[in-house]
Every structure is written in structure tokens, then in C-alpha cells.
């Protein structure tokens, strides 16, 4: 059975940094693109950025400059690189990922971290 567990979320000032992990684990056969989905209260959730497993990126227009995806594909775990957080970037993170297990195509999702810029 497969699972997304993230970790790195927090209370960081305006201006401050973090840094997502987001591990897979299970019975993985393997890991296709990976990405970071945001969504703040009462909003639709949305993209952050993604990763193919060649290291192909993808920023939403909002974070571009600020924030960094990366992989490591023999840890199956994706990252995101945070910086210059601002008020708006305040919302729950989903680890989201395509991976193949028995065989099997799936789309899957993590429970999320909650991240929150305020002074």
C-alpha cells in the first residue's frame, strides 16, 4: 500500500524560509512527477510546482523565484525550497504524485502541512 507522509511545515515570519519534505513509501514500483498543491481557507486548491522524475520543473506564476522543487529519486522524496515567504503563501501543503504499484497507475495525495507566514 502506498503512501505520501510531508513534514517541514511550521510558523515562520514574513520574510523567513522552510523546507517541505515528502516521502513515499510502500510497494513501489515506480515514481513518475511529483508535486507540491496548496490550499488556503475557503480557496481552491492549487498548484505550487512539479517535478518529472528527469528533473523537468514547474512553478505556478506566484512562487517562481522564491520557491525550488527538487527529488531524490533513491529516497523517493520530493522537496520544496521556501523562501521569502509572504502572508499569501499561508495554506495546507499536499505532497501529490504519480507512481506505478503493482503494476498500477496511480494518482496520489498526502494528507498535508500546514504553513503559516505571520509575524
Known amino acids: 500500500q502506498v503512501q505520501l507522509v510531508e513534514s517541514g511545515g511550521g510558523l515562520v515570519p514574513p520574510g523567513g524560509s522552510l523546507r517541505l519534505s515528502c516521502a513515499a513509501s510502500g510497494s513501489i514500483s515506480s515514481i513518475y512527477a511529483m508535486g507540491w498543491y496548496r490550499q488556503a481557507p475557503g480557496k481552491q486548491r492549487e498548484l505550487v510546482a512539479t517535478?518529472?522524475?528527469?528533473?523537468?520543473?514547474n512553478y505556478a506564476d506566484s512562487v517562481k523565484g522564491r520557491f525550488t522543487i527538487s527529488r531524490d529519486n533513491a529516497k523517493n522524496t520530493v522537496y520544496l525550497q521556501m523562501n521569502s515567504l509572504k502572508p499569501e503563501d499561508t495554506a495546507v501543503y499536499y505532497c501529490n504524485a504519480d507512481i506505478s504499484s503493482d503494476y498500477r497507475l496511480k494518482n496520489y495525495w498526502g494528507q498535508g502541512t500546514q504553513v503559516t507566514v505571520s509575524s
Open positions: 517535478v518529472s522524475r528527469a528533473g523537468v520543473t
